[in-house]
């Protein structure tokens, strides 16, 4: 390919959507056009829109909630739901299925969750607010899609090993943030509810072990799940994580046995075949035979990922951040940023979430003797440890479940996280951005 095909190809609109800086670059887009609609004169207009409530009716029970309450507590599931994916996939078969590999990035997720909530909770103490200490789990999340899309501007400067580490951190960090929400945000317990949500995921766990491969009993379950644990007091979005982990990872097919039944059906394919235009019936009878073995091959969790990646790259997460990132400021944003839990926020975001991370490396590579990412030096790692603090996504979620009856701290916290990412991310970008380009990436 020359220069100006390859060219061309790398700005194809196709590519660019399914590129990694994509989905980054959608969600400040969405969260741009949240805030200006916010503060101009079709504000009420919208917040009415987000606050008209639908009901679902199941008999005679039934369901109401805001268009924004069914995005945070039903859309947000499946979200959850594929974070839950991505854990366990990381956990049997990636970065975290050892000690030694998970060593470094777990404990960088763990030093970036203690330190920065630490920072909120001196901050807010000090400003003598004990309402807004609700939010002091605000800053210990990070945002996957937008971290990993500020590194994916940076291409090959990178070594691949820093884009996997980074992966890793808000893997665990998303672990770390679930446990909150399900032992710090959760309303009172009915128990009933909780029940029959417990037997739901042992009904799942078994189909998995009698070899259920097909996907939709799975989504029956999650969707049945889901509704009770909205019911039981425990945050729905759990649903999304608990269900993941009862997934099937294993293919039903092997490699070996994949590869010689697709010879032959294409062998026989090619033999039964006539000079016409159309595909013939037998033809059509072996297609559908080589789309079950191709489905066979592939295990259902791998399956599901592939299926909502875009999905939720691509629309969960942008509308979650049309409905949760916009915020009034037109009587001054000073007042705004002057709220304790505002600036408890924006100091554990800048400045908490990056020094958590590298201190917990530090302590992690001289004691437990956890190797850094291969290529990378401490000018990288500190790079990426203010591209962690990017909060936003999970931070806007967690501002939601730490501020319900509080518009005043909700908003505050909402333009600091905001700030707060936005900043974080420039530090990041240009800290990255002045590193030499590496010799040789071995892993890439």
Same mark, same amino acid.
């Given at each position: 390919?020359n220069?100006?095909?390859a ?5 194809h ?7 990694e ?5 959608l969600l400040?887009?969405?969260a741009?056009?949240a805030?200006?609609?916010a503060?101009?004169?079709w504000?009420? @207009?919208?917040?009415?829109?987000w =606050? ?8 005679d029970? +039934?369901i109401?909630k805001?268009v924004? =309450?069914w995005i945070?507590d039903g859309?947000m599931v ?8 991505e854990?366990k996939h ?9 000690m030694?590999q ?14 920065? %909530? @630490?920072v909120?909770? +001196?901050?807010?103490?000090?400003h ?6 609700? @939010? ?10 937008f971290?990993?899309g ?6 090959r ?6 884009r ?11 672990? @770390?943030?679930v446990l909150v ?11 009933s ?8 995921? +042992?009904l799942s %766990?078994?189909l ?7 996907t939709?009993?799975y989504?029956?379950?999650?969707l049945?799940l ?8 425990? =945050? ?13 990872a294993?293919r ?10 697709g ?20 033809q ?8 079950v073995?191709?489905? %066979? ?12 990646k ?8 942008p509308?979650f951040?049309?409905a949760?990132a916009?915020?009034d400021?037109r009587?001054?944003?000073?007042e ?6 505002a600036r408890?926020?924006?100091v554990?975001?800048?400045?908490g979430?990056?020094?958590?991370i ?10 437990l003797?956890?190797p850094l990412p291969?290529?990378?030096t ?6 990426v440890a203010?591209l962690?603090g ?8 967690l ?10 701290a909700?908003?505050? %916290? ?9 900043l974080?991310?420039?530090v990041?970008y ?5 590193l ?5 990436d071995?892993?890439?």
């Amino acid at each position: 390919m020359n220069r100006t095909n390859a060219s061309t190809d790398a700005t194809h609109p196709g590519r660019v959507v399914r590129g990694e800086a994509f989905p980054g670059a959608l969600l400040i887009l969405c969260a741009v056009v949240a805030m200006a609609i916010a503060n101009s004169p079709w504000a009420a @207009g919208w917040q009415h829109w987000w =606050h008209t409530e639908f009901a679902i009716h199941l008999g005679d029970q +039934a369901i109401t909630k805001s268009v924004a =309450h069914w995005i945070n507590d039903g859309l947000m599931v499946l979200f959850f739901f594929f974070v839950g994916l991505e854990v366990k996939h990381e956990v049997l078969d990636g970065e975290l299925q050892s000690m030694k590999q998970a060593a470094l990035p777990v404990a960088a997720a763990v030093g970036g969750m203690i330190v920065p %909530a @630490g920072v909120y909770a +001196a901050v807010v103490a000090w400003h003598g607010d004990p309402e807004a200490m609700a @939010g002091w789990a605000i800053p210990m999340a990070t945002d996957i899609a937008f971290a990993l899309g500020v590194l994916a501007l940076l291409g090959r400067r990178m070594p691949s090993s820093l884009r996997v580490f980074l992966a890793s951190l808000a893997i665990a960090d998303d672990v @770390g943030a679930v446990l909150v929400i399900a032992i710090f945000y959760t309303e009172q317990i009915a128990w009933s509810f909780l029940g029959i949500g417990a037997l739901l995921l +042992a009904l799942s %766990a078994l189909l998995n072990r009698f070899g259920v491969r097909a996907t939709w009993p799975y989504v029956v379950i999650g969707l049945l799940l889901w509704a009770t644990l909205l019911r039981s007091g425990v =945050h729905a979005t759990i649903a999304g994580v608990a269900l993941a982990m009862t997934i099937p990872a294993r293919r039903k097919l092997n490699e070996r046995d994949f590869t010689q039944r697709g010879r032959e059906l294409l062998d026989e394919f090619e033999r039964v075949g006539e000079p016409d235009p159309l595909t013939n019936p037998e033809q059509l009878a072996l297609v559908r035979e080589l789309q079950v073995h191709a489905t %066979a091959v592939q295990a259902p969790l791998q399956r599901m990922t592939e299926g909502l990646k875009p999905l939720v790259a691509h629309l969960i997460v942008p509308v979650f951040a049309l409905a949760n990132a916009g915020v009034d400021v037109r009587h001054g944003i000073a007042e705004v940023a002057s709220h304790p839990a505002a600036r408890g926020v924006f100091v554990g975001l800048l400045l908490g979430k990056p020094l958590g991370i590298l201190l917990a490396i530090w302590i992690a590579h001289r004691w437990l003797k956890a190797p850094l990412p291969r290529g990378s030096t401490w000018a990288h790692l500190r790079g990426v440890a203010c591209l962690a603090g990017i909060g936003f996504t999970m931070s806007l979620f967690l501002d939601s479940l730490a501020f319900p009856a509080s518009p005043e701290a909700f908003g505050a %916290a909402k333009v600091a996280i905001l700030g707060a990412s936005l900043l974080v991310s420039l530090v990041g970008y240009f800290l990255l951005r002045r590193l030499p380009m590496p010799a040789i990436d071995t892993a890439h």
